[in-house]
């Protein structure tokens, strides 16, 4: 393996670190309605675990109400029951043709343990990247040892890895600080 496959390797993985951030950020709640909170919500619809809005069609009428309109109305107690059986602290209401989710205002306190929740999935996207590093690193010292690399290439991709290892965290950083301004924003 040469330097140039390892940086690439490395910076796929961080990228993807960065994505799955994305992703978890996205379902989180903040003070307005947003679909992808669902995203993470799976349906048992005839045996098989199935996301939300491969079921229905989801709308957002106003800012603190999404509507859940099912394609197949008999799968509408199944949604009700995964939405309940969620984490999302919102109660469902049912009236026959569709599900209504009404967010209520956050709380001071339910805005500090969302973004508490916020840091948490930071962290784990930098230990990713770190991991990412210290992988990309641990190759590159073998690939010297087996003679594929000189040691000053070794060093320069070093901090290579170094400097991508930087811009990622700084990404990382990044988005959470706009994350926690929207979830303190009332």
Request: contains cysteine; negative net charge; glycine residues 6%.
């Amino acid at each position: 393996m040469d330097v140039d496959e390892i940086l690439l390797t490395a910076e796929e993985k961080m990228g993807n670190a960065v994505e799955a951030l994305g992703n978890a950020f996205g379902s989180v709640r903040t003070g307005r309605a947003n679909a992808r909170v669902l995203d993470r919500i799976k349906v048992d619809y005839y045996g098989a675990a199935t996301p939300i809005n491969q079921l229905a069609g989801i709308k957002t009428p106003d800012a603190r109400l999404l509507v859940i309109e099912p394609w197949d109305k008999s799968s509408l107690k199944a949604i009700e029951k995964a939405i309940m059986e969620s984490d999302l602290g919102v109660t469902p209401s049912n009236d026959g043709m569709c599900i209504r989710l009404p967010f209520p205002a956050l709380t001071e306190e339910r805005r500090r343990e969302l973004v508490k929740q916020c840091k948490g999935y930071a962290e784990d996207a930098r230990v990713s990247v770190r991991n990412a590093r210290r992988e990309a690193n641990s190759q590159l010292g073998k690939a010297e040892k087996a003679g594929d690399i000189t040691e000053d290439d070794q060093r320069d991709g070093e901090n290579d890895v170094q400097k991508l290892t930087d811009k990622y965290i700084t990404k990382i950083d990044e988005m959470f600080k706009k994350k926690e301004a929207e979830v303190m924003e009332i």
